[in-house]
């Protein structure tokens, strides 16, 4: 894990839009952590910390399990605005 670098550009928050075949699209607001996850870029949360991704620049997700019943299989992360 690394610090943030001058110049990164990262999001204080993001929704993440969680789709699963053959169901209905869920969404989770997360917002920014002080920690940095395997990849290096910022891990965000949910209010309950049940739901935890590292985000990086280009929006790409690693969803963080947090329980052995987490298997989502498609995650959009969309910016929102501060």
């Not at 869920?26 to 309950?48: K, S």
């Not at 298997?71 to 969309?78: G, Q, R, T």
Request: net charge negative; aromatic share 8%; no cysteine.
């Amino acid at each position: 894990m690394r610090d943030t670098e001058p110049g990164d550009v990262y999001v204080f928050g993001y929704e993440l839009l969680f789709q699963e075949p053959g169901r209905e699209i869920e969404t989770v607001l997360v917002h920014r952590t002080d920690r940095t996850g395997p990849g290096g870029n910022p891990v965000y949360a949910d209010e309950t910390g049940i739901v935890l991704a590292e985000i990086s620049p280009q929006a790409e997700v690693r969803i963080i399990h947090t329980s052995g019943f987490q298997e989502p299989s498609s995650v959009k992360a969309i910016r929102i605005s501060p």
